[in-house]
């Protein structure tokens, strides 16, 4: 068997891992988006001024759509990954000649294609609904694509790394999801009355991953995208090449 044929193998399985369950692992982010945008859109972005002269919904949307990419394509490698070694299924490719590399990419490849496909449906439908058409199409898509490969590997260190299923949730809960919240998701950053938690927001890296994106999608610029892009790239760089070595050390794989 190739390394082609392989990786389209263990690719196919990721895949069909989250797309059989939707009720789980599709529609709960997609209705919580929508609930998010009637909370805090609508019933308080009235009140809200407008920002770098768009409104309230239409500065949100592109953090909410990156919100969605980085959590799924962290999720579906860590929880995959995570249930293989506990069920003891994983010994099957690692007893076979197929590349450690190969079996890397395919867990990465599955967690950016779920990323990518919630935050896309997420993305047109909200596009559709306010009339915003992409501002910047190249780098809206070089953005889902790095974002998504960046933290698609660091999904497969904590699931591999992981010694039981709370430790991958607690990852989302108490790493993603605050840095999420400071990173300028629902506001813009100079608003934020107490200096120090802006200085904290500077230090978020997701703050210049939301920037970049949010300059794509919909032309509002608060740090240079370019430089916010650049930055994606070299942890990509980072975070793939320690997730290779991190599985190739066997660490939590072989028993």
């Known amino acids: 068997m190739s390394e082609l044929t392989a990786l389209s193998l263990m690719l196919r399985r990721e895949i069909i891992r989250f797309i059989r369950k ?7 982010s997609i209705i919580s988006t929508f609930l998010y945008i ?9 009140a809200i001024p407008s920002m770098g002269g768009y409104s309230y919904v239409q ?12 959590l799924h394509a962290y999720i579906n490698p860590a929880y995959s990954l995570f249930s293989s070694r506990e069920d003891r299924y994983i010994e099957d490719p690692l007893t076979t000649p197929m590349r450690y590399s190969t079996m890397v990419v395919a867990y990465v490849l599955g967690g950016m294609v779920r990323g990518l496909f919630i935050g896309l449906i997420i993305a ?12 910047n199409i190249l780098l809206f898509v ?10 698609a590997s ?7 790394w992981s010694r039981n299923i709370e430790d991958v949730g607690n990852v989302m809960s108490y790493v993603l999801s605050p840095l999420l919240f400071l990173g300028g ?71």
């Open 124 to 135: 047109g439908i909200t596009m559709l609904l306010f009339r915003i058409w992409i501002y």
């Open 185 to 255: 998701v629902f506001f813009s950053i100079d608003i934020i009355p107490a200096d120090w938690i802006r200085w904290l927001s500077w230090l978020d890296p997701l703050t210049y991953v939301v920037d970049g994106f949010r300059y794509a999608m919909i032309g509002y610029e608060h740090t240079n995208p370019y430089y916010c892009l650049f930055a994606i790239i070299a942890s990509l760089i980072i975070c793939f090449f320690a997730s290779l070595k991190f599985f190739e050390s066997g660490y939590n794989l072989k028993t």
């Open 59 to 70: 500065f949100m949307l592109p953090g909410l759509v990156m919100m969605q990419v980085i």
């Open 154 to 160: 660091i999904g497969v260190m904590l699931g591999q």
């Open 38 to 46: 009637f909370a805090f859109g609508y019933a308080l972005g009235s």
């Open 142 to 151: 070089l953005f889902l694509l790095f974002t998504a490969a960046t933290f």
């Open 22 to 28: 939707p009720n789980r692992t599709i529609l709960p």
